[in-house]
């Protein structure tokens, strides 16, 4: 992100009275909202689906990658605020950033994001810059808040000691953090449509060679066993 950074932007009045935020549906309007704190002091950010699901919405479970997905393009779509791919990179530039947010231009700092135009001030590929911007400690202090975050969400509260661990060593990015979220729903969803089913100590689903067989789980057809008996007898009089 370009430097200053800050603990926030402003939401204007004016977003009340805009025809173009006022023609999005609703998923949208609250990710166009939530985006807003996270932009640069020049209008920008990184534009990763899974970025936004780890950084603006990490706890809004009905907001899954292809919601944001749909909501980004609805976004782009209708209003000044405009994702985009530069060399293989998603980017999101808010074109009236400055007509919305009051800054000085002296203390804008290094605008090192390409414009929705495609020119690039001094690209930092994005991986890199989400784990430059963090000094190893602050780091740990960043992704240990993370563990208290999705810690709150599980069902089972042994083992915390143990699945911080495996939480810090497996996850160092907040694409890393989007998928165990992603996991943890599904996991969840699970439980109820299989009450029977014994809940893993906490301990046992942060071990990652658990919970990542959870990130493109499906729901079991309720019928599968059914579906599975009928298919053997066909062909049998």
């Not at 006022?22 to 996270?38: E, N, Q, R």
């Not at 007509?99 to 390409?114: A, N, S, W, Y």
């Not at 143990?162 to 998928?179: C, G, I, S």
């Not at 301990?203 to 990130?215: K, L, M, R, T």
Request: with cysteine.
């Amino acid at each position: 992100m370009a430097a200053p950074t800050s603990k926030g932007r402003m939401i204007r009045k004016d977003i009340s009275r805009s025809l173009k935020f006022a023609s999005l549906s609703k998923d949208s309007m609250v990710l166009f909202t939530l985006l807003i704190p996270h932009f640069s002091s020049h209008g920008k950010m990184n534009g990763s689906p899974h970025y936004i699901k780890g950084e603006v919405v990490p706890l809004i479970d009905s907001f899954t990658i292809p919601i944001i997905e749909k909501c980004l393009s609805e976004i782009t779509e209708k209003t000044s605020v405009k994702r985009f791919q530069h060399n293989g990179l998603w980017f999101i530039h808010s074109l009236n950033w400055t007509e919305h947010q009051e800054l000085r231009r002296d203390r804008l700092g290094l605008d090192d994001m390409p414009d929705y135009s495609g020119t690039t001030p001094e690209l930092v590929p994005l991986e890199v810059e989400v784990e430059v911007e963090y000094k190893e400690a602050d780091r740990l202090k960043y992704f240990a808040f993370l563990f208290e975050n999705i810690w709150k969400r599980y069902p089972k509260k042994s083992g915390k000691e143990p699945a911080k661990k495996y939480f810090l060593d497996e996850v160092k990015t907040l694409q890393r953090y989007a998928e165990m979220c992603t996991a943890m729903s599904n996991y969840i969803a699970m439980l109820k449509s299989e009450r029977t089913r014994t809940i893993k100590d906490g301990q046992g689903w942060f071990n990652p060679s658990y919970w990542v067989d959870y990130i493109d789980w499906n729901p079991p057809s309720l019928f599968a066993e059914e579906s599975r008996v009928a298919s053997a007898m066909r062909g049998v009089k």
